[in-house]
């Protein structure tokens, strides 16, 4: 049933912090009724990944996906699922194999065949809600509040509302929503008495409720949301791209004049989406979409006047329209067209045709996203036309220039192009009043040796209002900024970005600007000094609102003069600036949160500090207590003199006591960790540590002191994670079996170990990690046989990935009888997982991959009780999976995909009575390919 909160109730799982926290990555696609594995499969792949995805070959995505899932635990909801299709779907699901147990694929959906076919779990069907659960959600949408208690009056006739919404949340939301402010009873009993309820939704398609929210609308309101039925399905859109499609078809009413078309549309917006029309993107909170429930109302109160050309069906249909439509709109992606509106957005439009001029009921064209400079100054029409001109387009020219609306945000790219300043004149922006963000932005690819003398006269002439509150300027190539660019210009200015402008040596005054709250200053590349001249000489009070101060990228950058107190300021960040020298500012009374990131020389006293003040130095975090810092964690990274921690601790740096992570990351001498008792005893709270790229670390613990730092070892370690340390022999005794809460150890490209352990396993030890260690040949050489016998070990989860040599997981041939998962992969000389497994063994998964001499899965398997699942993956040697064949009767899952050596299925495959899913892929002709579901 749609509208019961199928999709809601997904996204608070999705968004919940303690889900978060137990996977690695997540991702969210809509597949919709018109099911595109290409769509979705890129959805899902830019979700876990920036690159971009402009590939439409399905098995090019597919790979990419899989190295982005390879081991990885992800979380996927694949929300509004139609298709019936087994074999797409098979197709569709093939990477996330490759995922760490754990992984989660979660897809919501009307039919019930979809969740049969797709889920290997019971499907939960969401039920009707309770009266009370929905006279809930009415009354908080109606009256914002959880009840009646403010309105005795309304809650018997609100009561029968919700009895007539029968267990619907959309329904009762969307109702809320259109009683909301009306506090008057007859008009409560005007929505309760209405005959639209009458109206079977067999008949219409529609629920009632919502076309009784509908038909309660105000006129204006009305026409916008049956206008919104050009919009496709799922299809995510601005608020302000809407209201200027309103804007071009005439829909903003415009009253006593006192408000701009905009501000009038986005009234109508809000109060569509307050009545629950639109509904909040879970991806992008500052798009919105409609309910499929709600897109289907929009269609149907249309009628005949919108016509939306999108997929397949109505492609074939394109005779067949009425011709009483009013609106047609093609969206094949995100284009569309209208009679008058024109979107060539994201085209690579290079010019536009002249037959454009013929146009005479233009209201509206974007052209933004294009790739290429298109000049509209040719573009001669009659009427005022609203432009979305976001990239790459010239100014357009004086005569034109007041027929173009300039919304609230403008943002006007690749300036370089106009090179005649009179042209940014004509722009006339400082007569735009409306205007509230601006971008000025040159490209980052021009020539130096290009001369750029005019990049001032043309800034000068973009001058914006005075009513302008957030301005961003980027890739300015001038040596000074305009005089415009002052306080008294700019009165309600709260935030400023000055980006890349790579020549100007000095910044502009703008401690002047009265209510500047966030200021990001970056890649100012000869910017030597911060003086005066930045808070605006003769300034009584520079900078009094500011609260977030950046600095970025300031290359030569040394000394900054303080001049004036920031009596406001909470953030300060300085980051990459590494010659800054001199001094801080000492006047901070409001400060919270301080970050200093690459600034090598910068000597940072915190004397002057407020008393509680969150502290991150070279990513080492704290708190300033009382004129001391108390760390919380510690960082040391590209420190090439440090060649132990200790030289460290001898320093300035106190607090220690508190610091539970310690990152130590490209120390290139650094030769071990600790090599007297000096630096121990300070971090008695350490949970975490992590060392990376130390090429020449051999041990943690220097072996001369091992014995004595026993006693001082931080017994609230909790986790080791060591990655591109080449030199690394071994790993001390000490650490590994004297650490009573030792839970995780992860090690990634330690290319000198040849063995993870000798003797035992470190006694607390959960999950074990070892990737990409071409020499590793035995991950435990255990002392005692019997070792694992005694239960001594509490290992749950087990990985080896691509370790080359490796030929055994122990000498003894057993594995704990705790190990939970196991996951192999691209480990090329390893014959077997071990020699025997037995009856009290709590395995549940094994995956094993990519290992060219893997034979066979060890004896005793069959008597396994928890085993539920079995992957196996590209083992060419394998010829049998067990010996005798035999399975264990729990087993759910099993998946064996080139093998090419496999003579047969084990014999008792007949008798796996639990099992439900079966999957054999590219192993001998004999087989075929096996699908059980």
Same mark, same amino acid.
């Given at each position: 049933?749609?509208g ?9 799982v999705?968004n ?15 597949v919709s ?30 790979v ?33 194999e ?44 109606? +009256?914002?509040t ?14 029968e509302i919700?009895?007539?919404c ?16 009306? +506090? ?24 009632p ?18 206008? *919104? ?32 078309? @905009? ?21 992008d909170k500052?798009?919105?979409?409609m ?43 995100r ?8 979107? +060539? ?27 290429t ?6 573009? *001669? ?21 007041k ?5 609230r ?38 020539? @130096? ?40 210009s ?29 200021l ?88 002057s ?50 610091? @539970?992570?310690?990152?130590?990351d ?13 630096g121990?005893? #300070? ?13 020449k ?5 220097a ?29 001390p005794k ?10 995780r ?48 070990? +509490? ?27 196991? #996951? ?10 071990a ?35 079995? #992957? ?37 495959? #007949? ?23």
């Amino acid at each position: 049933m749609g509208g019961i909160g199928k999709t809601t109730l997904a996204q608070l799982v999705y968004n919940d912090a303690k889900v978060n926290s137990y996977f690695d990555m997540k991702a969210w696609a809509c597949v919709s009724e018109e099911f595109d594995g290409v769509k979705v499969t890129k959805t899902i792949l830019k979700s876990f990944s920036s690159d971009n995805c402009d590939d439409n070959d399905l098995n090019l995505l597919q790979v990419k996906l899989k190295e982005k899932l390879y081991a990885k635990k992800f979380l996927v909801i694949l929300d509004d699922v139609w298709n019936e299709n087994y074999n797409d779907w098979t197709i569709l699901r093939a990477p996330f194999e490759v995922g760490a147990p754990g992984s989660r694929i979660v897809i919501t959906t009307r039919n019930e065949s979809v969740s049969s076919m797709m889920g290997t779990i019971p499907t939960y069907a969401l039920k009707e809600l309770s009266d009370d659960a929905c006279l809930s959600i009415f009354t908080r949408n109606a +009256l914002g509040t959880k009840d009646f208690n403010a309105h005795p009056d309304l809650k018997d006739i609100g009561e029968e509302i919700v009895n007539k919404c029968k267990g619907l949340p959309l329904a009762a939301k969307t109702l809320g929503g259109l009683l909301r402010t009306k +506090l008057d009873r007859s008009e409560w009993e005007d929505v309760l008495n209405s005959k639209i309820w009458e109206i079977p939704e067999e008949r219409s398609g529609i629920v009632p409720a919502l076309m009784l929210s509908y038909y309660h609308l105000p006129s204006h309101l009305k026409r916008c949301f049956a206008y *919104c039925s050009i919009l496709p399905k799922d299809y995510e859109f601005e608020e302000q791209q809407l209201v200027l499609l309103w804007m071009a078809e005439g829909l903003i009413q415009l009253k006593d004049g006192r408000k701009s078309p @905009e501000d009038l549309g986005s009234e109508y917006f809000r109060n569509l989406l307050s009545r629950s029309f639109f509904q909040q993107s879970s991806k992008d909170k500052s798009r919105f979409l409609m309910h499929d429930l709600i897109n289907d109302l929009a269609q149907w109160v249309a009628g005949d006047i919108c016509f939306r050309m999108g997929d397949k069906l109505e492609v074939n249909n394109i005779g067949k329209f009425s011709k009483q439509v009013r609106h047609f709109s093609y969206l094949g992606g995100r284009y569309d067209a209208t009679k008058r509106v024109l979107s +060539l957005s994201g085209y690579c439009i290079t010019e536009l045709p002249d037959s454009i001029v013929d146009l005479k009921h233009l209201r509206y064209i974007d052209l933004s996203l294009q790739l290429t400079n298109i000049d509209i100054r040719e573009l *001669c029409l009659s009427k005022e036309i609203a432009f979305k001109v976001w990239e790459s387009c010239q100014i357009a020219p004086p005569q034109y220039s007041k027929r173009i609306f300039i919304g609230r945000n403008a943002s006007t790219t690749r300036l370089e192009n106009v090179t005649v300043p009179r042209d940014a004149r004509d722009a006339n922006l400082i007569g735009k009043p409306g205007l509230n963000e601006l971008l000025l932005e040159w490209s980052s690819k021009i020539d @130096e040796s290009q001369d750029r003398t005019n990049e001032l006269d043309v800034l000068n002439m973009l001058q914006p209002p005075k009513a302008l509150k957030k301005l961003t300027i980027r890739c300015y190539g001038g040596t000074r900024f305009p005089t415009w660019l002052r306080g008294p210009s700019f009165p309600n200015m709260v935030l400023l970005r000055i980006e890349n402008c790579k020549k100007c040596a000095s910044l502009p005054p703008v401690g002047q600007l009265p209510s500047l709250k966030v200021l990001f200053i970056k890649g100012m590349a000869r910017v030597n000094n911060v003086g005066p001249e930045f808070y605006g000489e003769g300034c009584s009070q520079p900078f009094r609102s500011l609260e977030t101060l950046c600095f970025e990228n300031m290359q030569e950058w040394e000394s900054w003069t303080p001049y004036g107190e920031f009596p406001c300021l909470r953030q300060l960040s300085i980051t990459s600036c590494p010659k800054l020298l001199g001094k801080l500012p000492n006047q901070l009374p409001s400060l919270e949160n301080f970050v200093i990131n690459g600034c090598g020389q910068l000597v940072v006293s915190v004397s002057s500090f407020p008393m509680l003040c969150n502290i991150e130095i070279e990513k080492s975090k704290g708190i300033v207590q009382g004129g001391k810092v108390e760390l919380s964690s510690l960082n040391f990274t590209f420190l090439s003199t440090m060649s132990e921690f200790t030289c460290q601790m001898e320093g300035p740096i106190q607090g220690l006591e508190k610091v @539970e992570d310690l990152t130590i990351d490209h120390c290139e001498e650094l030769v071990s960790l600790w090599s007297n008792d000096v630096g121990l005893q #300070h971090l008695r709270a350490l949970r975490v540590l992590k060392i990376s790229t130390c090429p020449k670390l051999m041990s943690l613990v220097a072996e001369e002191v091992e014995e004595q730092l026993q006693l001082g070892l931080p017994s609230t370690l909790r986790e080791i994670e060591i990655i591109n340390c080449n030199a690394l022999v071994s790993l001390p005794k000490a650490m590994m079996y004297n650490i009573t809460c030792l839970e995780r150890i992860s090690i990634d490209r330690c290319d000198s170990l040849t063995s993870f352990a000798i003797g035992q396993l470190p006694p607390t030890l959960k999950r074990l990690k070892i990737d990409r260690c071409k020499n590793m040949i035995i991950l435990l050489d255990e002392e005692d046989v019997n070792y694992f016998c005694s239960n001594k070990s +509490l290992l749950e989860y087990l990985e080896a990935i691509e370790c080359p040599s490796l030929k055994s997981l122990t000498s003894s041939g057993e594995l704990p009888a705790t190990l939970k998962q196991l #996951h192999i992969s691209s480990c090329q000389n390893l014959e077997s997982i071990a020699k025997r497994l037995h009856d009290n063994s709590s395995l549940e998964r094994i995956s094993v991959s990519d290992c060219d001499n893997f034979k066979s899965l060890p004896m005793g398997i069959h008597t396994l009780s928890f085993l539920d699942e079995i #992957h196996i993956w590209n083992c060419p040697s394998l010829v049998t999976l067990s010996d005798g064949g035999l399975l264990p009767t729990s087993l759910r899952m099993l998946w064996i995909f080139g093998c090419e050596d496999m003579q047969a299925l084990p014999k008792c495959i #007949h008798n796996l009575t639990s099992l439900q899913e079966l999957n054999i892929w590219e192993c001998p002709v004999g087989f075929g390919q096996v699908h059980l579901s």
